[in-house]
């Protein structure tokens, strides 16, 4: 979603729709929109999850960092 920065402001990514931003800002969240390359600011993971049930892997890689979820 979005990153806190300082001074309370919440960093917005590009991509959310108008509805959802109006909702946050009509609940006193301060927005304020990151675009381009300042994106790179918001964090990326990968994760590996093991279905306690049946051992099978499930991963995951944010697709706008370089990385991968690797798992054997």
């Known amino acids: 979603m979005g990153a806190t920065q300082s001074g309370g402001l919440v960093a917005m990514e590009e991509g959310w729709d108008?509805?959802?931003?109006?909702?946050?800002?009509?609940?006193?969240?301060?927005?304020?929109p990151v675009v381009g390359i300042e994106g790179v600011t918001f964090g990326g993971g990968q994760v590996i999850v093991r279905n306690p049930n049946n051992g099978v892997l499930v991963g995951g890689s944010e697709p706008r960092m370089d990385g991968a979820a690797v798992g054997w």
Request: net charge positive; glycine share 0%.
């Open 18 to 32: 108008f509805a959802t931003l109006a909702e946050l800002a009509k609940r006193s969240h301060q927005l304020a």
